[in-house]
C-alpha cells in the first residue's frame, strides 16, 4: 500500500501520515505495527515500516527504512482539459486519467456542458473529484498527486497551458481531409514535446466557435475516426494513444531514459 508525504523525508526519520491515512490504514485495513508499506516523499518513494496504529488524537508514526528505485512519472507531461460530463462519467475520466499518467485534470465548463458548478457547488465537487484522484494515485504508483483544478472557462483553460504546450483537441466535425487532420498525422510532426494538453468535450461535444478558439491557440483538431465516441471513451482513448507514442505506455523505459 503506498501513502504520500507532505514534507521532505529521508531514510531513518519517524513521520506521521495525515489524518485520513492513519484513519485508513488503522480502521479501514486494520493493519498492525510491524505492517511494510510505501511512502512517497517528494517524489522519492521508500519501505517503511508501522510503528503505532494511531488514534483520533495521534496520528500513526511510520519508520523510513530504505529508498527504492521507482520509475512511474511519464517523460511527458501531459494535462487534461475534460469539459464537464455528468456523475459517473466524470470521476471515470479523472480515476483512469490519473492511471494513465497525466500530471494535472482541468475541469472545463463548456457551452454544451449539462453539468453546471459554480461556488459552493463547484468547490465541494472539486475537493470530491481531487478525493478520487488522490486514490487512483496511491492505487496504480503514481510518485506523485495528481492536481485537479479548479473549474474553469476554455478559454482561461487555454491560456494557462505552458508556452510550449502542444495542444490535441478531438473533434467529431473534423474529418482529417476538409477540416483538421488524423491524430496519426497531429502526433507525427515535430518530435516528441515535453509538454502535451488534450482537450475533451462534453456529452454535448465541442461547438465550433470552441474549437475555433482553440485553434486560434494553436491547437491542432483531430478526428478520432468514424464512430462517435463517448466523452469518457474519447478521453480515455485518446490519452492512450498519447501516452503510446509520446508518452511511456509503450513501455520501453530504458530508451526513454536515455
Not at 508499506?37 to 488514534?55: D, I, M, T, Y
Not at 465550433?208 to 468514424?226: M, N, P, S
Request: glycine share 8%; aromatic share 4%; proline share 3%.
Amino acid at each position: 500500500m503506498r501513502f504520500f508525504l507532505e514534507e521532505a523525508a529521508e531514510v531513518g526519520d519517524v513521520v506521521s501520515l495525515s489524518t485520513a491515512d492513519s484513519y485508513h490504514l488503522s480502521r479501514v485495513l486494520r493493519k498492525k505495527p510491524g505492517y511494510q508499506l510505501e511512502l512517497v516523499s517528494a517524489n522519492r518513494v521508500f519501505a517503511a515500516e508501522l510503528l503505532s496504529q494511531g488514534s483520533e488524537q495521534e496520528p500513526a508514526q511510520v519508520r523510513l527504512l530504505q529508498e527504492l528505485a521507482a520509475y512511474s512519472e511519464a517523460p511527458l507531461r501531459l494535462i487534461l482539459l475534460q469539459g464537464l460530463a455528468k456523475g459517473e462519467r466524470m470521476e471515470i475520466v479523472l480515476q483512469k486519467a490519473v492511471e494513465l499518467g497525466a500530471d494535472c485534470i482541468v475541469p472545463v465548463a463548456c457551452q454544451r456542458s449539462v453539468v453546471r458548478l459554480a461556488g459552493e457547488k463547484a468547490a465541494a465537487k472539486q475537493q470530491r473529484w481531487q478525493k478520487i484522484a488522490d486514490a487512483a494515485a496511491k492505487q496504480c504508483g503514481r510518485t506523485k498527486l495528481v492536481q485537479v483544478a479548479p473549474v474553469q472557462s476554455l478559454a482561461d483553460a487555454l491560456a494557462s497551458l505552458p508556452a510550449d504546450c502542444r495542444v490535441i483537441m478531438p473533434w467529431e466535425e473534423a474529418d482529417g481531409k476538409q477540416v483538421g487532420s488524423s491524430l496519426r498525422q497531429a502526433l507525427a510532426g515535430g518530435g516528441r514535446p515535453a509538454c502535451a494538453a488534450l482537450v475533451i468535450g462534453p456529452e454535448g461535444g465541442l461547438t465550433e466557435e470552441e474549437a475555433r478558439l482553440a485553434e486560434a491557440k494553436g491547437a491542432a483538431l483531430v478526428t478520432l475516426g468514424r464512430r462517435i465516441l463517448r466523452t469518457e471513451t474519447a478521453a480515455i482513448a485518446a490519452m492512450s494513444i498519447l501516452m503510446y507514442v509520446w508518452g511511456d505506455l509503450s513501455g520501453e523505459v530504458d530508451e526513454l531514459d536515455e
